[in-house]
Antibody, heavy 122, light 107 residues
């Protein structure tokens, strides 16, 4: 079955960096765009970034542009999110989610991983 | 950015009730609207895409309707496992993709 497993979360001080990973299985990873979506504690959902199936297109939420970098390794079936210059407001559970479109970005998400928690605090 | 507004923010209901949740977009998004269900401590799960298409494996008591700026999610007869938080999300061409604030469905 399709499965996404995030890792790499933790506690980090403001201004520091963290890299999240998302390991995919159960589908042809290189055929689908993948998103990062986050959820601050007790809050709603916020889309963060998306990368196309081949990595040629990347789009970001304005508040993370220039600080976060989404990338993928199709040979390892793995998605990454490099987070630099972290801020307290980046504290959230970060989910990776497969885009539903085949070789295109549809903009809706199915399925989602279980999430990895990032806490930015001094 | 396209703003998505759900109503109500919370809703009390009972097993067997018919429930409707509304989502309004700040501009027309055609039918680029999805609905997700999230249970405590779990990842969201898609129920409806393209405003009215039922995702495979989702019970038929869930239905979606609407286009343009106004959308609804209806649960025809609540089951115990339906008590959760529901989010709408737009995927119109203009990024970023945005979600409604959520509707918590409680007993």
């Amino acid at each position: 079955q399709v499965q996404l497993v995030e890792s790499g979360g933790g506690v980090v001080q403001p201004g520091r960096s963290l890299r999240l990973s998302c390991a995919a299985s159960g589908f042809t990873f290189s055929n689908y765009g993948i998103h990062w979506v986050r959820q601050a504690p007790g809050e709603g959902l916020e889309w963060v970034a998306v990368i196309s199936y081949d990595g040629s297109h990347k789009y970001y939420l304005d508040s993370v542009k220039g600080r976060f970098t989404i990338s993928r390794d199709n040979s390892r079936n793995t998605l990454y999110l490099q987070m630099d210059s972290l801020r307290t407001e980046d504290t959230a559970l970060y989910y990776c989610a497969k885009d539903a479109g085949f070789f295109t970005i549809s903009g809706w998400f199915d399925p989602w991983g279980q999430g990895t928690l990032v806490t930015v605090s001094s | 950015d396209i703003q998505m507004t759900q109503s109500p923010s919370s809703l009390s209901a009972s097993v067997g009730d018919r429930v409707t949740i509304t989502c309004r977009a700040s501009q027309s998004i055609s039918s680029y609207l999805s609905w997700y269900q999230q249970k405590p401590g779990k990842a969201p799960k898609v129920l409806i895409y393209a405003a009215a298409s039922l995702q495979s494996g989702v019970p038929s008591r869930f239905s979606g309707s609407g286009s343009g700026t106004d959308f609804t999610l209806t649960i025809s007869s609540l089951e115990p496992e339906d008590f959760a938080t529901y989010y709408c999300q737009q995927s119109y061409s203009t990024l970023p993709y945005t979600f409604g604030q959520g509707t918590k469905l409680e007993v």
